[in-house]
């Protein structure tokens, strides 16, 4: 009876910890294309992701960049003082993008132009993303507005 309980033990251990194993697994598999880093203009310059790397891009949109292709391509260059990054979106802007505006946007680093699939603009007059305040801050060109706040 003893040796009964003993072996009935040691098999609930196990299959509770192949199922852990499965469930981890199982949520890293899920998550390998949920999680995208934020990286600013001048830290894409000193270290080039691949081309099949998603992330995201932070920074201001440079004054005199933004142009429209025929359709809906809009091409600008994104920068934070310290580099700029080209970069080609295909789709609808959001209402309050412009140039000299903080936004942000998610894509991949291919042959030296950033393809957004998704740009995301400030909320109102004062709002700048955390990521872009931070990275501004970093390469010393970081103006507050009056009443400004970042990040909130």
Not at 3 to 16: D, N, W
Not at 20 to 37: E, K, Q, W
Not at 54 to 80: N, P, Q, Y
Not at 115 to 122: D, M, R, S, Y
Request: aromatic share 8%; glycine share 14%.
């Amino acid at each position: 009876m003893r040796g009964l309980k003993k072996k009935r033990r040691i098999q609930v251990i196990v299959l509770a910890a192949i199922a852990l194993i499965a469930s981890t697994a199982l949520v890293g598999y899920a998550m390998r294309d949920g999680i995208n880093f934020f990286r600013s203009p001048s830290q894409i310059m000193a270290d080039i992701p691949a081309p099949t790397e998603r992330f995201r891009l932070g920074g201001l949109v440079e004054e005199g960049t933004l142009t429209r292709d025929a359709g809906e391509v809009i091409h600008f260059a994104v920068t934070d003082g310290g580099a700029s990054v080209p970069v080609v979106y295909r789709g609808i802007l959001p209402d309050l993008f412009g140039e000299g505006q903080g936004m942000i946007g998610t894509g991949r680093y291919v042959n030296g132009v950033f393809e957004a699939t998704e740009i995301l603009a400030k909320h109102d007059e004062s709002y700048m993303p955390k990521e872009v305040v931070d990275a501004l801050k970093e390469q010393g060109v970081y103006k507050p507005a009056d009443g400004a706040q970042g990040g909130s």
